[in-house]
């Protein structure tokens, strides 16, 4: 019981740090007129940080996300949606980096990842 409390506890944690992240890449995506153009100072200094450091996040999420879908085998969240949801994250946080991005994609995109990490918020909130 204590291992599936703490086990719950990182992946709360785990997924509230996501949401930070995809905050902060909504902010950015959603200013446009500030986004400077594509330029390989921009990749190095600000892009590839911030894809390195949800990369990180989301390397620490996954297995908490897997363990907790295939333990509580929630209705709404299947195994496949935690691969999907790594995808879509990778691609916010590259898109939300420049101007000449699709926005109802980006907006697709954050919202399907928006509604996975609340689901599994949700569920693990109902179930304490």
């Given at each position: 019981?204590i291992?599936?409390?703490?086990?719950?506890m990182?992946l709360i944690?785990?997924?509230?740090?996501?949401?930070?992240?995809?905050?902060?890449?909504?902010k950015r995506?959603?200013?446009?007129?500030q986004?400077p153009?594509k330029?390989?100072?921009?990749?190095?200094?600000?892009?590839?940080?911030m894809?390195e450091?949800?990369?990180d996040?989301?390397?620490m999420?996954k297995p908490?996300?897997?363990?907790?879908v295939?333990?509580?085998?929630?209705?709404?969240?299947?195994?496949a949606?935690?691969?999907?949801?790594?995808?879509n994250?990778e691609q916010?946080?590259?898109?939300s980096?420049?101007?000449?991005?699709?926005?109802?994609?980006?907006?697709?995109l954050?919202?399907?990842?928006?509604?996975?990490?609340?689901?599994?918020l949700?569920?693990?909130?109902?179930?304490q």
């Amino acid at each position: 019981m204590i291992r599936v409390e703490v086990s719950n506890m990182n992946l709360i944690m785990s997924s509230r740090e996501l949401f930070l992240i995809l905050d902060d890449c909504k902010k950015r995506f959603e200013s446009i007129n500030q986004k400077p153009e594509k330029t390989e100072e921009l990749f190095y200094q600000d892009v590839k940080p911030m894809f390195e450091l949800a990369l990180d996040k989301v390397q620490m999420w996954k297995p908490l996300a897997e363990e907790w879908v295939k333990m509580n085998k929630p209705k709404y969240i299947h195994s496949a949606q935690i691969d999907s949801t790594i995808d879509n994250i990778e691609q916010i946080v590259l898109q939300s980096f420049y101007k000449d991005i699709n926005k109802q994609r980006f907006h697709n995109l954050y919202n399907s990842v928006e509604y996975v990490l609340s689901s599994i918020l949700s569920e693990i909130e109902c179930s304490q």
